[in-house]
């Protein structure tokens, strides 16, 4: 169906699962090709205006989760199928795991640190509290979306500086795990890799049968 509204892409979102926010270069999936010609971006109308959907969705809803989270770009993927990329990105490793493997960065590691000790956090306050000064933001770019991408920290809201919610805003973090919570996380250690790599894959031929091999395997792992 045509995606005319806010309702229209949740409930499409439900039936596929996951999808890249924007455009879909890469050529796995985006529910952008199902827009109808009601959809406009950056008109800051929530119900259609794509933009304003992605906190919507953080917002209003406790079964989807948005982030840097396919080729270090925006997505989206429901707790449904959240514990299949849970199992591929992160193996059943733990954050400590990963870090002394030199898998995981040293800058991803302080902001990570300062995540999980600080609870949901805006980016600004983030920034300042892992010790990155304006020089710095080019790291902390890379990192904080190394760490999206290996879901360990995930976008979980937007804060205002206005007591009013108007005017300027800063993209809010916290870990994966209080995201979602616990079950999801036991759900994803039950999950063998190869059953999670064939469901995904199996998914996203479904959604999309042209999709190059190479580029779903980048899709699916990270």
Same mark, same amino acid.
């Given at each position: 169906?045509?995606?005319?509204?806010?309702?229209?892409?949740?409930?499409?979102?439900?039936?596929?699962?996951?999808?890249?926010?924007?455009?879909?270069?890469?050529?796995?999936?985006?529910?952008?090709?199902?827009?109808?010609?009601?959809?406009?971006?950056?008109?800051?109308?929530?119900?259609?205006?794509?933009?304003?959907?992605?906190?919507?969705?953080?917002?209003? =809803?406790? #079964?989807? !989760?948005?982030?840097? &989270?396919?080729? %270090?770009?925006?997505?989206? @993927?429901?707790?449904?199928? /959240?514990?299949?990329?849970?199992?591929?990105?992160?193996?059943?490793?733990?954050?400590?795991?990963?870090?002394?493997?030199?898998?995981?960065?040293?800058?991803?590691?302080?902001?990570?640190?300062?995540?999980?000790?600080?609870?949901?956090?805006?980016?600004?306050?983030?920034?300042?509290?892992?010790?990155?000064?304006?020089?710095?933001?080019? =790291?902390? #770019?890379? !990192?904080?979306?190394? &760490?999206?991408? %290996?879901?360990?920290?995930? @976008?979980?809201?937007?804060? /205002?500086?206005?007591?009013?919610?108007?005017?300027?805003?800063?993209?809010?973090?916290?870990?994966?795990?209080?995201?979602?919570?616990?079950?999801?996380?036991?759900?994803?250690?039950?999950?063998?890799?190869?059953?999670?790599?064939?469901?995904?894959?199996?998914?996203?031929?479904?959604?999309?049968?042209?999709?190059?091999?190479?580029?779903?395997?980048?899709?699916?792992?990270?």
């Amino acid at each position: 169906m045509k995606i005319q509204c806010y309702d229209d892409f949740v409930h499409e979102l439900k039936r596929a699962g996951f999808s890249i926010a924007g455009e879909n270069p890469e050529g796995i999936f985006s529910l952008s090709m199902l827009f109808g010609d009601k959809i406009q971006w950056h008109t800051e109308n929530p119900e259609t205006d794509p933009w304003e959907w992605r906190m919507r969705v953080l917002e209003e =809803r406790d #079964d989807i !989760a948005y982030g840097k &989270l396919f080729f %270090k770009k925006s997505g989206f @993927i429901t707790k449904e199928w /959240y514990p299949y990329f849970l199992c591929m990105r992160r193996k059943g490793r733990s954050f400590t795991d990963e870090y002394n493997d030199g898998n995981i960065s040293y800058e991803a590691k302080k902001i990570y640190e300062t995540v999980s000790g600080q609870g949901p956090i805006a980016m600004h306050v983030l920034k300042r509290a892992a010790g990155f000064s304006g020089s710095g933001n080019s =790291r902390f #770019d890379s !990192a904080i979306i190394e &760490l999206q991408m %290996k879901m360990f920290v995930t @976008i979980c809201g937007r804060s /205002y500086r206005s007591a009013l919610n108007k005017g300027w805003s800063s993209t809010v973090f916290c870990t994966c795990e209080r995201f979602f919570g616990e079950e999801v996380f036991r759900t994803a250690a039950k999950i063998d890799r190869d059953e999670a790599f064939e469901r995904i894959s199996s998914r996203i031929m479904e959604l999309n049968p042209n999709a190059e091999r190479k580029r779903l395997e980048r899709f699916i792992c990270g």
